[in-house]
């Protein structure tokens, strides 16, 4: 028997819809169900790499982590990276198809439609329930012919669908008639219940909006879900680009890429009580910090040639001169060599002279690398020798090509046996990787604060211990308690959790 579905669509981006699918996930994983998220197309800069090295969405490999299953590339079939004058990376089935603008991406939308619904079969396969995610407003009259993300899916699969409003930006109530006024006659049906999401407040001020919802629209509303503060859990792209968390001794700045690509991959340093962790975009920005993190970028040339406009370029190099801390994760750590190189125009073309604080050369090449690893650290030179022998777990998406330089920063681990990765500059105060992620394991962020607060005379500090499986537990219950989910089971068409066998 094929897995049962439910939809969670949006009046708008950002609503919560990605949270609110990791939270079904993981309240259906508890009940002892098989489950997986799915999202037919993503447009977003923080992707992940599956365990076979392919690539999709980081939000969708968050909420396979809260279903408890290894996330794969049916779970997020199509994922466009944007890489700035109108156009996108499209990555279908977790490879690169090409680069496209706008118009040629939607003119591809018939010949992506197959990867859509074969990969939404192959879950319903192996799964007794998928959560299945929206994708911005099902209300977009001028793009209804080329939807591939929801209603399309929601039809040809005839899956229900929960229809969420977020309160917290205001306007709730009108976002949700109107979205439900602009669907066409044969979608409306398919809307079985409205989720009011991210509510702070007194609830019994709410109550008389949400009788008006079910009066206008004849639709109930099943249910109200506060704002949950504190998770650690990404949500697309919507890691608050003006950063500034924490009041720590100690100073982080990460510069604030125009086109930052797994900017997420930092929350959990952003979370360490020994820290003030800041996103910041003017070379006066950088002088009081004790470390500086230039993060990974979609368009690497054009994120280096506005760091030498801003003036940061210069601003990095003088901060290491004085001591500063330096890291370079991917196109950050391509910038940190001497020249980037695109001969091919896999981004824009051309090159730009680099930070210039390694001396390195990155060119660009079509193969873009794509696989899980597991890092050590190559050298005891500044805060790596507080990692010692400890493997990190990680993953590598990049296109460009580095030639491997001495000393390196890391031995990567991966299927294809050992190989260096990065290098070492400035007695350990520089370092560059093409590993992402490094920052999610407890020992390097441990690393890096403790030889941070003894290099600046803070004293010991300690960690947190931060983990994200407690934010999944807190937004599971949250959502548990607001939802009706006997409703919700209903609409699975479950009823009791004993009408369908599971897979498992």
């Known amino acids: 028997m094929s897995g049962r579905l439910l939809m969670i669509q ?104 197959p990867a859509v619904t074969q990969s939404l079969q192959v879950l319903r396969d192996r799964h007794d329930a998928v959560v299945i995610e929206g994708a911005g407003s099902p209300a977009e009259v001028n793009l209804r012919d080329r939807d591939i993300s929801n209603m399309a899916v929601a039809l040809a699969f005839e899956a229900p669908v929960l229809l969420a409003g977020d309160i917290d930006r205001g306007g709730v109530l009108a976002a949700i008639v109107g979205t439900l006024e602009l669907l066409a006659p044969e979608e409306r049906p398919l809307v079985r219940g409205l989720v009011i999401n991210k509510f702070r407040g007194d609830r019994a001020l709410l109550e008389s909006g949400l009788s008006f919802l079910e009066q206008r629209t004849g639709v109930p509303v099943l249910g109200v879900v506060p704002y949950v503060e504190g998770l650690l859990l990404p949500e697309e792209d919507s890691l608050d680009l003006e950063l500034d968390r924490g009041s720590g001794p100690i100073e982080i700045a990460i510069i604030r890429l125009p086109r930052a690509a797994n900017f997420d991959e930092f929350q959990l340093l952003a979370a360490e009580p020994a820290a003030r962790v800041r996103f910041v975009t003017e070379p006066t920005e950088v002088h009081r910090a004790h470390c500086l993190i230039v993060p990974g970028s979609k368009a690497t040339i054009a994120d280096l040639r506005w760091l030498h406009q801003r003036g940061l370029a210069g601003a990095i190099r003088g901060a290491a001169d004085r001591g500063v801390a330096v890291i370079g994760v991917c196109g950050g750590y391509q910038m940190l060599g001497e020249v980037v190189r695109d001969p091919l125009g896999v981004e824009d073309g051309g090159e730009c002279r680099g930070i210039g604080l390694l001396p390195l050369e990155t060119v660009f090449t079509r193969e873009k690398r794509t696989q899980p690893v597991r890092a050590r650290a190559a050298t005891r030179a500044g805060w790596l020798s507080g990692i010692g022998e400890t493997e990190l777990a990680g993953y590598e998406i990049h296109m460009g090509v580095t030639p491997a330089a001495e000393p390196p920063a890391f031995s990567l681990r991966t299927a294809d046996g050992r190989y260096p990765d990065g290098m070492v500059g400035a007695e350990g105060r520089v370092v ?3 590993v992402h992620g490094l920052f999610e394991n407890e020992v390097a962020r441990a690393a890096l604060l403790g030889w941070l607060a003894e290099t600046h005379g803070f004293g010991p500090v300690a960690t947190a211990g931060l983990a994200r499986e407690r934010s999944f537990e807190r937004l599971a219950a949250a959502v548990r308690a607001a939802l009706d989910m006997e409703a919700i089971y209903r609409l699975l068409g479950l009823g009791e959790r004993s009408a369908i066998p599971s897979k498992t």
């Open 432 to 434: 560059g990787t093409y």
């Open 10 to 113: 949006g009046t708008a981006s950002s609503v919560g819809k990605s949270l609110l699918v990791a939270a079904l996930c993981r309240i259906l994983r508890e009940d002892g169900l098989r489950v997986a998220p799915f999202k037919a197309q993503n447009m977003s800069l923080n992707s992940a790499v599956t365990p076979d090295g392919a690539e999709i969405a980081r939000a969708q490999a968050m909420q396979a982590e809260a279903a408890g299953v290894p996330p794969t590339v049916e779970m997020n079939p199509v994922l466009l990276k944007p890489q700035g004058h109108q156009t996108a990376q499209v990555v279908v089935r977790g490879r690169v198809l090409r680069t496209a603008t706008a118009g040629e991406y939607h003119a591809l939308k018939r010949e992506l439609w």
